[in-house]
């Protein structure tokens, strides 16, 4: 099973900063990479997949990097509305599909 | 419009059953793989189980042999089978349809499963 390991746990930022997520697996998962956005009492929302295509309708300043094991989700300038629990899932592996531990974005 | 709705949660005792259903609307079920995907309270992501498109079903080890996936294109539904539920299971179960690859598009809401005496 491939383990992902997300970094940090919590990160405080404010308004119209930038924030960078890292996500780690195990083992290489090529490019087989999305990153989910989930606000309390929502289900998880698709920002990326293929590591680095946002999926239709995410804004621009959501972006994807990286391959192999380290990757990184980078918000350029964050908004009201961007602060949540930001997860990454690899499926380049499986079963199972498996899914990092989560990053929160919060109001510094 | 493009949407899952889960439906069949509820409380349940340690050693019972329940069985969750989702229902698509907006687009063509039949072409889509789907997949269970649980979250317990305040905690992350677990994947459950996926059927493709043929059929295909895949299990997670923590619940192989106690629960089953199925589906009804024909009424553009999903099922989960869920027995010999423990407190483990409790956690909300979201339907999700899967993109091009094994990542998932589309989640519905959620129906809450807890699992108590």
Redesign the interface.
Known sequence: EIVMTQSPATLSVSPGERATLSCRASQSVSS?L?W?QQKPG?????LI??ASTR??GIPARFSGSGSGTEFTLTISSLQSEDFAIY?C?Q?NN?????????TKVEIK | QVQLVESGGGLVKPGGSLRLSCAASGFTFSDYYMSWIRQAPGKGLEWVSYISSGYTIYYADSVRGRITISRDNANNSLFLQMNSLRAEDTAIYYCARGGNLWYFDLWGRGTLVTVSS
Do not use: E, K, M, S
């Open positions: 087989n999305a989910y929502q289900a998880p929302r698709l997949y293929g999926a239709t997860y899932q499926y499986w079963p199972p599909l498996t899914f990092g531990g989560g």
